[in-house]
């Protein structure tokens, strides 16, 4: 455990040094301080619109730096060639691949922190909101940190045996595909009117593709005439699956990256 503690501990360090991540989440707080200004340009309640664009605001810079913080991670090893001097210690390929993820979603977490707090304090200060309503506005955040763990878990694993550029593409694009499609397979498995060849293909479908849209729990946040049935039990229900596709998606990763030759 020792070694994936330090490897995870020395990732985090690289990656808050890294300024392209920095830039990237400066960009997201300055949006998150203009929002209130831009909650005015619409007709809608200006609490709907400020909580849906902040929320917005911090998925969409949270998942852009899944994306880039992990997709370079194993083959920037590789090229430097620091990971011959990590391996040659006593640590194995499963604990520095493992490691690094941990890593990846420490910084994340810390980042996603910065911009939820700051989210938290600007709806205070502009909608003198109470804490019940702080607290509910604080759910979706969390769950977006589960997203995300989901997807730097797909970069992570794409990054054993693609360029990152490629990763890029392949992480994102099924990012999004998991996020607008799932439901459709989902909807179009259950429907009984579907024909059965078509019902088999959405079931593969939607079993192999991360259900990214489960988390994305907004709505309900934004429109408190919208709820979320049993919700404790769906929250509770959606990190299991979560944490179940990461594990497979890392040990798949561990098995690439264990044959691979560095």
């Given at each position: 455990m020792?070694?994936?503690l330090?490897?995870?501990?020395?990732?985090?360090?690289?990656?808050?040094?890294?300024?392209?991540l920095?830039?990237?989440?400066?960009?997201?707080?300055?949006?998150?301080?203009?929002?209130?200004?831009?909650?005015?340009?619409?007709?809608r309640?200006?609490?709907t619109?400020?909580?849906?664009?902040?929320?917005?605001?911090?998925?969409?810079t949270?998942?852009?730096?899944?994306?880039v913080?992990?997709?370079y991670?194993?083959p920037n090893?590789i090229?430097?060639?620091?990971i011959?001097?990590?391996?040659?210690?006593?640590?194995?390929?499963w604990?520095?691949?493992?490691?690094?993820?941990l890593?990846?979603?420490?910084?994340?977490?810390?980042?996603?922190?910065?911009?939820?707090?700051?989210m938290?304090?600007?709806?205070?200060?502009?909608?003198?909101?109470?804490?019940?309503?702080?607290?509910?506005?604080?759910?979706?955040?969390?769950?977006y940190?589960?997203?995300?763990?989901?997807?730097?878990?797909?970069?992570?694993?794409?990054?054993?045996?693609?360029s990152?550029?490629?990763?890029?593409?392949?992480?994102?694009?099924?990012?999004?595909l998991?996020?607008?499609f799932?439901p459709?397979?989902?909807?179009?498995?259950?429907?009984?009117?579907?024909?059965?060849?078509?019902?088999?293909?959405?079931?593969?479908?939607?079993?192999?593709l991360?259900?990214?849209?489960n988390?994305?729990?907004?709505?309900?946040?934004?429109?408190p005439?919208?709820?979320?049935?049993?919700?404790?039990?769906?929250?509770?229900?959606v990190?299991?699956?979560?944490?179940?596709?990461?594990?497979?998606?890392?040990?798949?990763?561990?098995?690439i990256?264990?044959?691979?030759?560095?």
């Open positions: 020792k070694p994936i330090s490897i995870a501990s020395t990732t985090i360090g690289e990656a808050i040094r890294r300024k392209v920095l830039i990237i989440l400066l960009i997201g707080v300055l949006f998150l301080f203009v929002a209130p200004g831009l909650g005015v340009l619409s007709a309640s200006e609490t619109v400020l909580r849906g664009m902040m929320l917005g605001i911090i998925q969409l949270s998942a852009v730096i899944a994306i913080l992990t997709v991670m194993i090893e090229e430097r060639r620091t011959y001097t990590i391996l040659s210690k006593p640590v194995t390929r604990q520095f691949l493992v490691g690094k993820y890593g990846a979603i420490g910084a994340l977490g810390m980042m996603m922190a910065l911009m939820s707090s700051i938290i304090l600007v709806f205070w200060r502009l909608q003198s909101a109470d804490v019940s309503q702080l607290a509910d506005l604080a759910k979706a955040p969390v769950m940190f589960i997203q995300m763990c989901l997807l730097a878990s797909v970069a992570i694993f794409f990054s054993t045996f693609v990152p550029l490629v990763n890029f593409f392949l992480a994102g694009g099924m990012y999004l998991g996020s607008l799932s459709f397979f989902q909807t179009l498995s259950e429907n009984p009117n579907t024909a059965q060849v078509a019902k088999i293909f959405a079931l593969v479908v939607n079993t192999i991360p259900n990214f849209s988390y994305n729990v907004q709505n309900p946040i934004i429109n005439n919208q709820t979320i049935q049993n919700e404790g039990a769906y929250y509770l229900q990190t299991i699956y979560g944490l179940f596709y990461i594990g497979i998606l890392l040990v798949g990763g561990i098995l990256f264990d044959r691979r030759e560095v």
